[in-house]
């Protein structure tokens, strides 16, 4: 059971992150049915400690097994999505593929394991031109710092 919890309007999730980084590019995915990106992850399931839930999740999302390299951020976000409050604690840990996933040329890719997801390499110079959420990450990102953090964020994707 995913630990997410649903009372009335509102809903608490606990979410793992990737942050996967090859050749100069970071691997993001949105919804088919999204404009804005994230970092690919998931759900953290009741009993699973965080580093299980990201390797199980890049298994289930990309058939990639991975390396935890180490832990870097935790955000607590709140924001209105689909007319509910969310709060959301996300942790974002650095990784390393132990099998190889290709940057498809810079071009969106699919793949079987997560048909409704969308994955993209995207260049780091470039992610100012992408809506990525929490944006909070977006400019870490851009800045390169990728030390251990906490962030507080309310109101990213308002009333989408």
Not at 95 to 115: D, M, Q
């Amino acid at each position: 059971m995913d630990a997410v919890f649903h009372v009335e309007h509102q809903v608490f999730n606990y979410r793992v992150a990737a942050v996967m980084i090859k050749d100069g590019h970071v691997l993001l995915h949105r919804s088919k049915k999204e404009t804005h990106w994230s970092l690919p992850g998931g759900r953290v399931k009741l009993g699973e400690d965080a580093k299980a839930s990201l390797q199980r999740e890049m298994l289930e999302e990309l058939a990639l097994q991975i390396e935890v390299d180490r832990y870097l951020w935790t955000v607590e976000n709140f924001f209105t999505y689909a007319e509910k409050e969310i709060h959301e604690v996300g942790l974002y840990f650095k990784i390393t593929a132990k099998n190889a996933l290709p940057l498809h040329a810079g071009k969106e890719f699919t793949v079987l394991e997560a048909e409704r997801l969308v994955f993209k390499w995207i260049p780091l110079n470039h992610l100012h031109e992408y809506v990525i959420y929490p944006e909070v990450i977006k400019n870490k990102l851009v800045s390169n710092l990728l030390e251990p953090d906490y962030f507080l964020v309310n109101g990213d994707l308002q009333n989408i």
